[in-house]
């Protein structure tokens, strides 16, 4: 096993194609077993191979919606060390078959990763050609340096332009594939004069200035760039350490830049919605259904001071109000960033109060030095597609009152989003249902009549 690992895990071990196919192969049909397991015992479905398979994620995740937020949040951090096995193994595939490093970059492209894999699995090993003296550069490091990250922000502005501000889009390249490429530029620039030392460091730095940039031009607020931080710089110091690698290979390539680019428009279209999430949040009040019923179809000012993580900008619930009855009354719940306009689409007092979403404000302000920040995730990224009360007659003459948004996130990779948006949706449930439960315990306490 440990030889094994040292195969699976290191950098340096040649690997020929009966290696890659017979080991890829073991490995993917191991964590096809593995992952479809967990999720029967969580969830009571399996995974059929041709579900897993499917290139985009978010799909596979409509297999079972009933799946708690810890699940997949637990499959990503189990997914990450196959993440780095794949490509080191595809990168000294690469290396063996004399073909260009750079197109390690694909692993990430869906459709053409399994291309790319197919290719490699059949392409024989080559024996190694040097490039000529006049490749290798008298450069300081500064210089190596400078060049590295200014490389490494340069693709990042690039895939910033094209996903976010052309495609409206934050896919898995934005948060996978773009800091993996940076990485990797910097890294090779960076060492292509010469092996030099913190490279991994340097990857670091370039995604750090990244995120500084997108502060500076408004294009993104502190609070989403200090999110994305925890996922795009260990990829970008995993794609540093590539580049560092493609560099110490000194043969004859190509432009660069131009496969860099190439790589970036390939994913940018998502090809089907994010699925509709649930989340469920609830709350046992000392009250039979029908003294509940009023104050679920509107409730005063919320008069308890929102806690700690909404004060960093993110929208909280602040009252709601109820214009008509019935079907078709249109109910307001105002939020410290704008209202939630929802009419009503069932009626069933007092057991049920459902509503779809017409219009909401944004999920938060975000924090910035400019009055104004263009972050399109601020749009369309986090949408509440509809929502429902539902009081449940428990023994004693008591209530469960539950809480339900269905919403739908499209921002990849979802395991990763989806635990601060299910999160955050909780608390504001809590929020409401917490304060509904004081109303009508201080209406019971006046005598039963509500102000």
């Known amino acids: 096993m440990v030889e094994f690992f040292k195969l699976w895990f290191g950098l340096r071990r040649p690997i020929d194609r009966r290696t890659y196919l017979f080991h890829g192969a073991a490995l993917m049909a191991f964590k096809y077993c593995a992952d479809s397991a967990a999720l029967w015992l969580v969830t009571g479905v399996r995974w059929s191979p041709l579900d897993y398979l499917n290139p985009i994620f978010s799909q596979r995740t409509k297999i079972a919606p009933a799946a708690p937020t810890w699940f997949w949040l637990a499959l990503a951090i189990w997914t990450l060390p196959f993440l780095w096995i794949g490509v080191s193994m595809t990168l000294r595939r690469l290396f063996d078959a004399r073909r260009w490093p750079w197109l390690c970059l694909f692993f990430f492209v869906p459709v053409l990763n399994?291309?790319?894999?197919?290719?490699?699995?059949?392409?024989?090993?080559?024996?190694?050609?040097?490039?000529?003296?006049?490749?290798?550069?008298?450069?300081?490091?500064?210089?190596?340096?400078?060049?590295?990250?200014a490389a490494g922000v340069g693709i990042g502005a690039v895939s910033f332009a094209l996903y976010v501000l052309s495609f409206k889009t934050y896919n898995a390249a934005v948060f996978l594939g773009t800091p993996f490429t940076m990485g990797a530029a910097?890294?090779?620039?960076?060492?292509?004069?010469?092996?030099?030392?913190?490279?991994?460091?340097?990857?670091?730095?370039?995604?750090?200035?990244?995120?500084?940039?997108?502060?500076?031009?408004?294009?993104?607020?502190?609070?989403?760039?200090?999110?994305?931080?925890?996922?795009?710089?260990?990829?970008?110091?995993?794609?540093?350490?590539?580049?560092q690698l493609i560099a110490a290979e000194r043969r004859e390539s190509r432009p660069v830049a131009a496969l860099l680019?190439?790589?970036?428009?390939?994913?940018?279209?998502?090809?089907?919605?994010?699925?509709?999430?649930?989340?469920?949040?609830?709350?046992?009040?000392?009250?039979?259904?029908?003294?509940?019923?009023?104050?679920?179809?509107?409730?005063?000012?919320?008069?308890?001071?929102?806690?700690?993580?909404?004060?960093?900008g993110i929208a909280y619930p602040v009252r709601a109000r109820l214009d008509g009855t019935g079907v078709g009354a249109v109910r307001r719940c105002e939020?410290?960033?704008?209202?939630?306009?929802?009419?009503?689409?069932?009626?069933?007092?007092?057991?049920?109060?459902?509503?779809?979403?017409?219009?909401?404000?944004?999920?938060?302000?975000e924090w910035s030095p400019y009055q104004r920040v263009h972050?399109?995730?601020?749009?369309?990224?986090?949408?509440?597609?509809?929502?429902?009360?539902?009081?449940?007659?428990?023994?004693?003459?008591?209530?469960?009152?539950?809480?339900?948004?269905?919403?739908?996130?499209?921002?990849?990779?979802?395991?990763?989003?989806?635990?601060?948006?299910?999160?955050?949706?909780?608390?504001?449930?809590?929020?409401?249902l917490a304060h509904i439960a004081r109303e009508v315990r201080q209406t019971r306490e006046r005598g039963g009549k509500r102000e």
């Open 186 to 243: 910097t890294g090779y620039f960076y060492n292509r004069s010469g092996p030099k030392p913190r490279t991994a460091q340097l990857g670091i730095v370039t995604i750090v200035i990244a995120g500084l940039a997108t502060l500076l031009f408004a294009f993104e607020g502190l609070i989403c760039v200090a999110m994305a931080m925890p996922i795009a710089i260990p990829i970008g110091m995993l794609g540093a350490k590539v580049g």
């Open 114 to 149: 399994w291309m790319l894999m197919l290719f490699l699995c059949i392409e024989p090993s080559r024996t190694a050609q040097r490039v000529p003296e006049e490749f290798l550069r008298d450069t300081t490091r500064l210089r190596a340096a400078v060049q590295g990250v």
């Open 375 to 432: 972050a399109q995730h601020l749009l369309d990224t986090l949408r509440s597609r509809r929502g429902e009360f539902r009081l449940i007659p428990l023994p004693d003459g008591r209530t469960r009152l539950e809480g339900r948004t269905y919403y739908q996130l499209a921002m990849e990779p979802q395991n990763y989003w989806v635990f601060f948006a299910e999160a955050l949706i909780h608390q504001i449930h809590r929020r409401v």
């Open 335 to 365: 939020f410290s960033t704008g209202p939630f306009v929802e009419p009503i689409t069932a009626w069933e007092e007092p057991s049920r109060l459902a509503f779809d979403v017409r219009s909401q404000p944004p999920p938060l302000r």
């Open 261 to 312: 680019l190439l790589a970036l428009p390939l994913s940018a279209v998502d090809l089907q919605p994010p699925p509709l999430r649930e989340v469920l949040t609830s709350v046992e009040i000392d009250a039979p259904p029908k003294a509940v019923w009023p104050h679920v179809l509107g409730f005063t000012d919320l008069d308890a001071p929102p806690d700690w993580f909404f004060r960093l």
